[in-house]
């Protein structure tokens, strides 16, 4: 977690495939998408991150 953290402020986080393998790609997708420094970058509501989680 501090891992994450620490990308945030710096910047995009890393892929977390780089950490989990099998991650599916829509999954590490979404994970970086609401992993952005910038609010207008992330999902606009909880339900758009488990959608695109799912693929």
């Keep these: 977690m501090p891992a994450l ?3 945030m402020l710096r ?5 977390p495939r780089d950490r989990q393998e099998t991650l599916p ?7 970086v998408k609401a992993l952005s ?3 207008d970058d992330r ?3 909880a339900r ?8």
Excluded: C, M, N, Y
């Design 5 to 7: 953290l620490g990308a």
């Design 43 to 45: 999902f606009a509501t």
């Design 11 to 15: 910047g995009r986080p890393t892929d």
């Design 25 to 31: 790609d829509a999954a590490a997708s979404a994970i």
């Design 48 to 55: 758009d991150f488990g959608a695109a989680l799912l693929g």
């Design 37 to 39: 420094p910038e609010p």
